[in-house]
């Protein structure tokens, strides 16, 4: 027939052709009431098709393009609500995990600073600037610290470590 047929998982007594026309009538009965989860111009700029269009056409395909085209949609969209709802966890976890705030004082930097035997690079200054404001926040830092080898992650990774023990001490 050159058609691009879909096969489903069946059940005793029904047959591949019937459970066809149920999700063919279903399509047909209910697509018009799906609500579209993405803005028109976000569904241009995307290439995206709109929803009304992908889930006949994943069903019952017009041919190759169009199933890839479907399927791009859906998948897309499962990714997309997939990264919305992390980023909900996220933030709803953010929001609700407290940590001691561990402000650093000048007198705190500049001792850390001392010990070690050479000048911080700007980029470590910088580093250890972001992490210290962080660590005064009363939430726990949740950051990466990348850089090639060499360039004094572990210097700045010992900076937040002496900043956190003194810190701790002053507070005894």
């Known amino acids: 027939m050159g ?3 879909p096969v489903y998982p069946l059940t005793e007594g029904l047959q591949q052709w019937q459970l066809r026309n149920i999700v063919r009538d279903a399509i047909a009965a209910h697509v018009d009431l799906l609500d579209e989860v993405f803005a028109s111009g976000y ?7 709109p929803l009304r269009r992908a889930l006949p056409e994943i069903h019952f395909p017009s041919d190759r393009d169009s199933l890839a085209r479907a399927r791009r949609r859906l998948v897309y969209q499962e990714l997309f609500i997939l990264q919305l709802a992390l980023a909900v966890k996220r ?3 953010r929001e609700l995990r407290q940590a001691p ?8 930097d500049s001792r850390i600073r001392r010990l070690f035997p050479f000048e ?6 910088q580093a ?3 992490i210290a404001a962080d660590m005064a926040q009363p939430l726990p830092m949740n950051r990466l ?5 060499g360039s004094g992650k572990t210097v700045v990774a010992l900076y937040a470590m002496l900043l956190a023990i003194a810190i701790a001490i002053r507070r005894c």
């Open 145 to 149: 610290l990348q850089g090639d080898v």
């Open 120 to 125: 911080l690079t700007a980029g470590q200054r």
């Open 101 to 108: 705030p561990l402000e650093a004082t000048a007198q705190i």
């Open 91 to 93: 933030r709803r976890q």
């Open 3 to 5: 058609k691009i047929l």
């Open 43 to 49: 569904l241009e700029e995307h290439d995206l098709w």
């Open 128 to 130: 250890i600037g972001e």
